[in-house]
């Protein structure tokens, strides 16, 4: 079970690091090869990384945080 955390945490990295480091046009890009029509705002991206990142981080950190709650 720990191998399938360890491999939902690193695509999680993966996508936050992509939605948080690109570029909006990279973003935009990736849309368009998807068949994905609107480009949203720069800041959804952002939001989308972000909160990627932090369920990385909860769900690496989960038996920490279990125990802070």
């Not at 939605?19 to 973003?27: E, G, N, R, V």
């Not at 029509?37 to 920490?64: E, W």
Request: proline content about 1%; charged content about 15%; some cysteine.
């Amino acid at each position: 079970m720990e191998l399938l955390y360890n491999f939902f945490i690193i695509i999680l990295l993966i996508n936050g690091l992509f939605w948080s480091l690109a570029t909006h046009k990279q973003h935009c890009d990736l849309g368009k090869m998807l068949n994905i029509k609107p480009c949203f705002n720069h800041g959804v991206h952002l939001t989308i990384g972000v909160i990627s990142l932090l369920m990385a981080i909860a769900l690496k950190q989960r038996d920490y945080l279990s125990r802070l709650l």
